[in-house]
């Protein structure tokens, strides 16, 4: 029974937006079929406080819901989970032997993390139909099966396998497959109706522009089927707990479920980049696998069957279904500095604690 856990947290969060100068952080917990608890702290980048309500640019935690998106089409027989990729996209340089949507989901296909000519893509001008071509044309890397590479691209490929199965943009698809029958206000390729928090410390070429990540409408219609989604704090906890079974009815099937938090890598290593490298990289259809992996946003107490992913825009959204608990981290600060592999662990730490496993909180 997890009693009062977000008041226990408090004093850890604000700590954390002092030392880590994060602006302000959203946290929710939810424990079985208990109400969920939010803790909410301080203000967006610009000073705007935060509410329960917020809508947070969430990164590569876009990639849960892609995933969702190709799964749906798998339990409807659409496609298949070992399709090749030369089938379902003739066009895709990448369609070699041996790369399927099971390992483009589990990145273990080969590619490299990010589409050819990406930087020098970036720029005004750039849309989803020109970074679609560059996912087509990106060569692989390594063979399949040899290495776990974190890839973006892998997700831009299935988001247009996606599209060619079905005739509709993907942003749609996202939302009519997704985000509605989840009950997610979320946002992919458009403006919000309401501002979304701005995020700190966005680095990189293009701080503080028009074209700034994360912040800018550019990057709002960019739809980035792996980076781009805006939700609220409560969307990022409901696509990691719809991989736990928490769905509509028919949403997916239950087989389909269960191996979707299957490690799928066997026992490959790799990951993102530097530090981020793992002697073995556990990764479902779409989740990341804890494992034993460290250096890790998420604990060490938590069960090596927990799940979840993690976004550059400093968030991270998992669940251990070990103490069927599930949390959701949202920070106004980009995880560059640290804070989010530093401190996520010590969060998740006390929420399990609170929820019967792993020290006090």
Request: proline share 10%.
């Amino acid at each position: 029974m997890l009693e009062q856990p977000l008041a226990g947290l408090a004093p850890l969060v604000d700590e954390t937006l002092s030392k880590f100068g994060v602006p302000g952080m959203i946290v929710l917990v939810q424990v079985g079929m208990a109400p969920v608890q939010t803790l909410v702290r301080g203000s967006d980048a610009m000073g705007q406080p935060l509410e329960r309500n917020s809508l947070f640019p969430v990164a590569s935690i876009t990639k849960l819901a892609t995933a969702l998106a190709v799964l749906r089409l798998i339990d409807r027989g659409e496609i298949g989970l070992d399709d090749p990729l030369g089938q379902l996209l003739p066009s895709a340089v990448a369609g070699q032997t041996g790369v399927t949507v099971r390992r483009l989901l589990s990145h273990r296909s080969g590619l490299p993390l990010d589409p050819i000519d990406a930087d020098s893509l970036y720029g005004p001008g750039l849309d989803w139909p020109t970074l679609a071509q560059a996912c087509l044309q990106t060569p692989l890397r390594w063979p399949p099966d040899t290495r776990v590479q974190y890839s973006n691209v892998g997700y831009g490929l299935l988001a247009l396998i996606v599209e060619q199965r079905t005739g509709q943009r993907f942003a749609e698809l996202l939302y009519d497959l997704v985000l509605l029958p989840l009950g997610i206000e979320g946002y992919l390729g458009a403006v919000p109706p309401r501002p979304a928090a701005v995020i700190a410390d966005v680095r990189g070429p293009f701080r503080g522009t028009p074209l700034e990540p994360f912040n800018s409408t550019f990057w709002q219609f960019l739809a980035l089927p792996w980076a781009g989604l805006l939700i609220t704090p409560a969307g990022a906890l409901t696509l990691i707990q719809a991989f736990h079974g928490f769905l509509p009815a028919n949403f997916l099937s239950p087989a389909l479920l269960d191996e979707a938090i299957r490690n799928q890598n066997d026992d490959l290593g790799g990951g993102y980049t530097p530090p981020l490298l793992w002697p073995l990289c556990p990764w479902g259809l779409g989740p990341e696998i804890r494992d034993k992996k460290q250096p890790h946003w998420a604990p060490t107490q938590a069960s090596p069957s927990s799940y979840g992913h993690a976004g550059a825009s400093g968030c991270v959204a998992w669940v251990d279904p070990i103490v069927n608990a599930a949390w959701a981290i949202l920070g106004t600060r980009t995880s560059d500095n640290g804070w989010l592999i530093r401190r996520g662990p010590e969060i998740g730490a006390q929420i399990l604690a609170a929820a019967g496993r792993g020290g006090i909180i």
